[in-house]
């Protein structure tokens, strides 16, 4: 089964930037998608990048440009680098896999907390 754990979340100042890591328990690229969520208080959860087991990358409108998908297919990995944080950008950030290409996001990880704060 499947498992996905993410790290990396923490407490930023305005501007700052982090790299949230999401380790997978089996070879990422037998996985035909993978996506970066987040989900803030009192909001719907929101996909905001994805990459495919052959490298193909999307990301949301909203953070195009100051988000950045990637994976590490030694360390089967899936990272997303945050730049710029605004405290607009405190959330839960949850890593999950679209196992079968079929846009059904399960399993997703426990999640890392992402605070922006001067």
Known sequence: QLQLIESGG???QPGGSLRLSCAASKDVTSIRRMGWFRQAPG???ELLA????DGTIRYADSVRGRFTIARDTLKNTVQ???NNLSPEDTAVYSCA????????YDPFGQGTQVTVSS
């Open 10 to 12: 923490g407490l930023v």
């Open 43 to 45: 909001k719907q959860r």
């Open 50 to 53: 994805s990459i495919t087991y």
């Open 80 to 82: 997303l680098l945050i």
């Open 97 to 104: 896999a679209d196992q079968y290409g079929l846009g059904i």
